[in-house]
């Protein structure tokens, strides 16, 4: 026999109003998968034709051109003392040249700056490209 207890609202369980989205999430994804997986890839390229690379010797490099300026502010061209107007015309015929070697410029750690400027403004107002300013200085110990 059954006790007779009363029964409350208490003891039924309350109705659940929200909706399960958690399988609904999941065929979703699936879904997604799948429809990245079916559509083709598609490549975003234009097909052109190229030339080829034409065929061509390699330039022999010139030997690099020495100006020196010495302690005393001379100016040497390929070991020899020449003044500021004989710099400019080795300089016109270098630049005037189909293929100007490059200039390399050293300075003794003495020597007056303006000589350098000198030097350096004569190669610029000759248009020559390749100028380099070689340093002598030794690395510290």
Do not use: C
């Amino acid at each position: 026999m059954a006790l007779g207890l009363p029964r409350t609202d208490a003891d039924e369980p309350a109705w659940m109003l929200d909706i399960n989205t958690t399988p609904l999430i999941d065929v979703l994804l699936v879904l997604l998968v799948m429809l990245v997986i079916t559509i083709p890839v598609q490549l975003h390229a234009v097909k052109m034709s190229l030339p080829g690379p034409a065929v061509t010797a390699p330039s022999v490099a010139a030997a690099p051109i020495a100006i020196d300026i010495d302690a005393d502010g001379r100016i040497l061209w390929r070991g020899g003392q020449v003044t500021a107007a004989q710099l400019d015309e080795h300089l016109a015929q270098l630049a005037r040249a189909p293929e100007a070697p490059p200039v390399q410029i050293r300075t003794h750690r003495a020597a007056a700056y303006g000589v350098f400027i000198q030097v350096l403004a004569a190669t610029r107002a000759n248009g020559l490209p390749r100028v380099a300013v070689v340093g002598v200085e030794r690395a510290a110990p």
